[in-house]
């Protein structure tokens, strides 16, 4: 005989569902009615038709997607009444959470991550904490959403146009897009961008990992002094490190340019390139040094049985199993060169400006717009950087046996 799970009891309609419903169209009622200049009738209005909604979905509707879509197709006709093409598109979001959470509510499903011993006060704090989670994910990410719509304003303006709030067409624009990847003050940035992340991503890369399997290693004397003087640079706060690089890596640009004879341009990129290059170890050093956590030292020291030499030892066997980690460390590091502006400011000249400089000028000289469609490309460059982060640490988990899939 199997003992199944127990059911969860579905809660009251009229003492639970359809208050916490109307609590929940007070809310969203006094921010609509705010915006259109009469709170009192929002709360009003919203209350009584959040709670209407949650009884007749929970009474009448069992099908979720049936609810949910008709909720929403409502909600559009209502938003398209009040406020056209952007009040539907606003309808529709709004009927889509107040249906969901009204289906939430009254089939029980609030409880469906708790154990079933819960209390109430335990099934309160669980989704209250999921709820600040959330709201901390909102706050942060708010500010991205609002630049992205507003890089395709079709006017030089930092603000949503009329036309843009009613979704009209000639209310968005690529102009800035094109600005960006026309203008020679856009393209130059760009370019020493891309020549001095990846070289100073390969510094970091090789020194980081380097000193990382090296701290590894249980018999090196004093590896902790050690681990906190090359991860310091991203402790100490930045503007102190930039003094301190700009006062070193002029005397040794000086001493190249005398003794070496190069051009001070190319000097300008060398001390840049080492600049950001401090700043990657750390990120290198940290993921190589979480990878190796698991790595079995048994198949180095089977590898030395064998006759392998330390080096390739070291790139057939180690190199295979941390490269998770070393690319990581890689993207980390490229990040934080291709977005860094206080160093370069310092250590750097007019020849090396790059694109976070540009942009740093751009806000601080001439407000343009173009700024805008700039961060939605950089945004979606981190973006598709960490997305190949995260894959690469679940194939990290999954080559040390610590995740089933």
Not at 137 to 164: C, G, H, K, R, Y
Not at 286 to 302: C, E, K, Y
Request: charged share 10%; glycine share 10%; proline share 6%.
């Amino acid at each position: 005989m199997s003992i199944g799970h127990p059911e969860i009891p579905k809660p009251s309609l009229t003492g639970f569902t359809v208050p916490l419903m109307a609590v929940a169209g007070l809310l969203l009622g006094y921010v609509v009615g705010t915006a259109k200049g009469q709170p009192l009738l929002g709360l009003i209005a919203g209350a009584a038709v959040a709670a209407a909604l949650g009884f007749v979905l929970a009474s009448f509707v069992p099908d979720r997607r049936v609810g949910r879509l008709g909720t929403a197709v409502v909600a559009a006709i209502a938003g398209f009444v009040m406020a056209g093409v952007s009040g539907a598109v606003v309808g529709v979001i709004i009927g889509l959470i107040v249906s969901w959470f009204a289906y939430w509510l009254s089939t029980g499903d609030y409880r469906s991550t708790v154990p079933v011993y819960a209390t109430a006060g335990d099934v309160l704090w669980h989704n209250t904490f999921k709820l600040i989670c959330g709201l901390i994910f909102f706050f942060l990410i708010a500010p991205i959403v609002v630049v992205l719509p507003l890089s395709f304003n079709a006017q030089d303006f930092f603000t949503f146009t009329p036309e843009m709030l009613a979704f009209d067409p000639e209310g968005y624009s690529l102009k800035h897009y094109r600005d960006f990847f026309n203008n020679p003050d856009w393209t130059r940035p760009l370019k020493n961008s891309f020549i001095i992340a990846p070289l100073a991503t390969i510094i970091s890369v090789s020194l980081g990992t380097l000193a990382a399997i090296g701290l590894s290693q249980s018999h090196v004397p004093g590896r902790r002094a050690i681990m906190a003087i090359l991860i310091s640079p991203m402790i100490v706060p930045l503007i102190i490190s930039a003094t301190g690089m700009f006062f070193f890596y002029s005397k040794l640009g000086n001493w190249m340019e005398g003794n070496l004879g190069l051009s001070q341009d190319f000097i300008g990129y060398v001390k840049v390139v080492l600049a950001h290059a401090v700043l990657g170890i750390p990120f290198v050093i940290i993921t190589v040094t979480a990878t190796l956590v698991g790595f079995d030292r048994s198949l180095t020291r089977a590898a030395a049985n064998m006759g392998a030499g330390p080096v390739r030892t070291f790139f057939k066997v180690q190199m295979p199993l941390i490269l998770p980690g070393v690319i990581s460390g890689g993207l980390f590091a490229f990040i934080t060169s291709f977005d860094e502006v206080v160093v370069v400011l310092f250590v750097g000249s007019a020849s090396q400006k790059t694109l976070p400089w540009q942009m740093f000028t751009g806000l601080r000289e001439q407000i343009s717009p173009t700024i805008l469609a700039v961060a939605t490309v950089l945004v979606t460059f981190s973006i598709i950087l960490l997305t190949t982060v995260e894959l690469l640490r679940r194939r990290s988990e999954r080559l040390r046996g610590m995740s089933p899939t």
